[in-house]
């Protein structure tokens, strides 16, 4: 696996996530000044800093074959941005993890236009009108689409097109599960989805469970998991390409716990092939390894990568 992309013609700051637009520009949704830490939430998950949104364009788009920018959107909008997808209409899909809160935006000629908001701005919850640090969207051909949320609610909603609630699952993780226990449908973060359309299904970066678990599309019932010891506790993020039956491609993370020699994992991209479940191969930056890999995304075809620190 060869990492073939320019180097971006811009600082960012922290990239949370990433996307192709239908220009097939690579979009990276970035935080700016903001650093998250323990400073950043109190014990209630409410956002600290309120009342200062990230100046600068947080939504950057990246000319695939130079690394120029190819336009920015998205200034005075976000406070702790988290994950962007975009969809068949090239709508943009961003989640705020301070805001609690999922945009579908519009490119316009002067900007942006707000197509769709969900939750209730800093307000945490697990509602069925809010959320607690949403992650990530996957959007269906139909318009349809998934929520991840997130971080404290560890759910999965399905809403229709115009933002109706359809289905929801998913149980929280943190009660004392380890991978080897934790059950299906339960998640500690569920932090980046990715459809797998040609199989009918979504696909769930489980990041503390350090797996991916796959659920029918039409009805959100589990179909399968994947987890390997190359890959270890922690999976951050996980693109998918409709090749051979089906290919995952994840990012995973440093061990939080003591690392020893038996218990240590190479902080890389690796692809799973889902036919097996087995780990084919794994990828990096040119001699060495990732510090802490966020979200990853891939052509089609499963011939390029792309990944950001
Ligand atoms: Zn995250």
Same mark, same amino acid.
């Given at each position: 696996?060869?990492?073939?992309?320019?180097?971006?013609?811009?600082?960012?700051?922290?990239?949370?996530?990433?996307?192709?637009?239908?220009?097939?520009?690579?979009?990276?949704?970035?935080?700016?000044?903001?650093?998250?830490? @323990? $400073?950043?939430?109190?014990? /209630?998950?409410?956002?600290?800093?309120?009342?200062?949104?990230?100046?600068? +364009? =947080?939504? #950057? &788009?990246?000319?695939?074959?130079?690394?120029?920018?190819?336009?920015?959107?998205?200034?005075?909008?976000?406070?702790?941005?988290?994950?962007?997808?975009?969809?068949?209409?090239?709508?943009?899909?961003?989640?705020?993890?301070?805001?609690?809160?999922?945009?579908?935006?519009?490119?316009?000629?002067?900007?942006?236009?707000? @197509? $769709?908001?969900?939750?209730? /701005?800093?307000?945490?919850?697990?509602?069925?009108?809010?959320?607690?640090? +949403? =992650?990530? #969207? &996957?959007?269906?051909?139909?318009?349809?689409?998934?929520?991840?949320?997130?971080?404290?609610?560890?759910?999965?909603?399905?809403?229709?097109?115009?933002?109706?609630?359809?289905?929801?699952?998913?149980?929280?993780?943190?009660?004392?599960?380890?991978?080897?226990?934790?059950?299906?449908?339960?998640?500690?973060?569920?932090?980046? $989805?990715?459809?797998?359309?040609?199989?009918?299904?979504?696909?769930?970066?489980?990041?503390?469970?350090?797996?991916?678990?796959?659920?029918?599309?039409?009805?959100?019932?589990?179909?399968?998991?994947?987890?390997?010891?190359?890959?270890?506790?922690?999976?951050?993020?996980?693109?998918?390409?409709?090749?051979?039956?089906?290919?995952?491609?994840?990012?995973?993370?440093?061990?939080?716990?003591?690392?020893?020699?038996?218990?240590?994992?190479?902080?890389?991209?690796?692809?799973?092939?889902?036919?097996?479940?087995?780990?084919?191969?794994?990828?990096?930056?040119?001699?060495?390894?990732?510090?802490?890999?966020?979200?990853?995304?891939?052509?089609?075809?499963?011939?390029?990568?792309?990944?950001?620190?």
């Amino acid at each position: 696996m060869q990492n073939n992309w320019p180097s971006p013609k811009k600082k960012l700051g922290d990239v949370s996530a990433v996307a192709f637009d239908l220009a097939n520009n690579v979009l990276v949704f970035h935080r700016g000044d903001r650093i998250w830490n @323990q $400073l950043t939430f109190n014990m /209630a998950n409410v956002y600290e800093g309120a009342n200062n949104p990230i100046i600068e +364009p =947080t939504i #950057v &788009a990246f000319d695939r074959t130079t690394g120029a920018v190819s336009y920015e959107l998205g200034e005075n909008m976000f406070y702790m941005p988290h994950g962007i997808t975009v969809d068949q209409e090239g709508c943009i899909w961003l989640t705020d993890v301070a805001l609690h809160q999922v945009f579908k935006l519009k490119r316009t000629p002067l900007g942006v236009s707000k @197509q $769709l908001e969900l939750g209730v /701005a800093f307000r945490p919850g697990s509602s069925q009108q809010k959320f607690c640090k +949403p =992650t990530s #969207v &996957a959007v269906l051909p139909d318009g349809d689409f998934f929520v991840a949320d997130g971080y404290c609610n560890a759910r999965i909603i399905k809403y229709s097109k115009a933002g109706e609630r359809l289905l929801t699952w998913g149980r929280n993780a943190f009660q004392g599960h380890a991978y080897e226990t934790a059950p299906e449908n339960f998640f500690a973060v569920p932090h980046a $989805l990715v459809l797998a359309a040609d199989l009918g299904l979504l696909c769930v970066a489980d990041r503390e469970n350090g797996r991916v678990q796959c659920f029918y599309i039409k009805d959100g019932t589990f179909h399968s998991q994947y987890h390997s010891e190359i890959v270890g506790d922690r999976l951050f993020s996980v693109a998918y390409a409709p090749i051979q039956g089906g290919r995952l491609y994840v990012v995973n993370g440093p061990s939080v716990g003591i690392e020893t020699p038996e218990h240590y994992v190479e902080v890389l991209g690796f692809v799973i092939d889902m036919k097996t479940g087995k780990v084919l191969s794994k990828f990096g930056p040119k001699g060495g390894q990732f510090q802490n890999p966020h979200d990853i995304i891939i052509t089609p075809d499963g011939a390029e990568v792309s990944f950001f620190l």
